[in-house]
């Protein structure tokens, strides 16, 4: 009977050992904010960040405004801050604007993260990015080249926000790396903002095609712009004349890349960067570290750089006519 007692109180303490760090992480909130909801690159992140809450045991919140604006994302952020909540994953659309408020979110003792596009790197514990900025911009630019057949000529870059530091960030480093290794490569014009709207890529792309007959490459950096650009230079009977690559959805670039508008697209699967996001800033909540190398699940393993808080998930997908079908995202 003695035995039985103690077998039963350990098992006992057990289950209430165990229940109460599920419900500590339940009784976390981790708000993701997109730079905006409703376009397929930010509902793939939300699909992957509520799938780490389910799988994980904690509250998350995925919540951002319907148009890439800062003054929204500051308002929203000041709610949740009034609420509560223990992490806020945020990518700004424009990092010097949401500085304020977070590091008021920092004061109210709130774990503060970006991820997607970088913050004020001393108001975040962490940085959760997709690849290596300087290595991704170097690539389009190769693929450019590559889809063009030469490496001298004119071409344009389209991109999503002049706001927006990750795309900055891509373009920075593919003009520095332009310059040096295709010296004869002619940017014809300053990057031309779409506002992350696919309708804008596309009358831009047209005006840009009406503008300088001799265009032979498009950049598009925000996932809608190569999309609004292909359907340009398709609608025209350009698609042999204009290369088209950029950063864009298999599944919103499948017509495009099987028409030829588009030569090449290339990501990361944003359901993953949404897992990730949440599953670091569970970690951090719990204390734990976080590590070069490490594996994540549903992630895989991730690179941490010397600073302890930059996290890059990993290099990205090209995706083209003959591959595109093996993705669904």
Do not use: C, H
């Given at each position: 009977m003695k035995?039985?007692?103690?077998?039963?109180?350990?098992?006992?303490?057990?289950?209430?050992?165990?229940?109460?760090?599920?419900?500590?992480?339940?009784?976390?909130?981790?708000?993701?904010?997109?730079?905006?909801?409703?376009?397929?690159?930010?509902?793939?992140?939300?699909?992957?960040?509520?799938?780490?809450?389910?799988?994980?045991?904690?509250?998350v919140e995925y919540a951002g405004p319907t148009q890439a604006d800062a003054a929204a994302q500051v308002k929203m952020i000041e709610d949740y801050i009034t609420r509560g909540v223990d992490a806020i994953a945020v990518a700004p659309n424009d990092p010097a604007a949401l500085s304020p408020v977070l590091k008021k979110a920092r004061e109210e003792g709130i774990l503060v993260?970006?991820?997607?596009?970088?913050?004020?790197?001393?108001?975040?514990?962490?940085s959760v990015h997709q690849i290596d900025d300087q290595a991704y911009g170097e690539h389009i630019v190769?693929?450019?080249?590559?889809?063009?057949?030469?490496?001298?000529?004119?071409?344009?870059?389209?991109?999503?926000?002049?706001?927006?530091?990750?795309l900055n960030s891509w373009i920075d480093y593919g003009l520095d790396y332009a310059e040096e290794k295709y010296p004869?490569?002619?940017?014809?014009?300053?990057?031309?903002?779409?506002?992350?709207?696919?309708?804008?890529?596309?009358?831009?792309?047209?005006?840009?095609?009406?503008?300088?007959?001799?265009?032979?490459?498009?950049?598009?950096i925000s996932t809608p712009a190569p999309i609004g650009a292909a359907q340009a230079v398709e609608e025209r009977g350009l698609s042999d004349e204009v290369a088209v690559v950029g950063t864009s959805l298999p599944n919103d670039s499948r017509p495009y890349l099987k028409s030829g508008a588009l030569d090449v697209a290339t990501l990361w699967e944003p359901d993953k960067l949404g897992y990730l996001t949440v599953y670091v800033a569970l970690e951090a909540l719990k204390g734990n570290e976080i590590t070069d190398g490490m594996e994540v699940p549903e992630v895989g393993k991730i690179e941490v750089w010397e600073d302890g808080k930059t996290i890059i998930m990993g290099p990205p997908t090209d995706f083209t006519a003959e591959n595109v079908d093996q993705f669904d995202f």
């Open positions: 035995k039985l007692t103690i077998v039963l109180l350990a098992l006992l303490i057990a289950m209430t050992v165990g229940s109460g760090v599920i419900m500590a992480q339940e009784d976390y909130t981790i708000l993701v904010m997109p730079k905006l909801v409703g376009i397929p690159y930010f509902n793939a992140s939300e699909t992957g960040a509520l799938q780490a809450g389910e799988d994980l045991g904690v509250n993260l970006d991820w997607d596009t970088p913050a004020d790197k001393k108001l975040v514990d962490y190769d693929l450019l080249v590559e889809e063009m057949g030469t490496d001298e000529g004119d071409y344009a870059i389209l991109t999503g926000g002049l706001s927006a530091a990750n004869d490569l002619n940017l014809v014009t300053e990057r031309i903002p779409t506002d992350e709207k696919q309708q804008e890529a596309y009358s831009k792309t047209l005006n840009l095609l009406r503008a300088y007959p001799n265009l032979k490459g498009i950049i598009g």
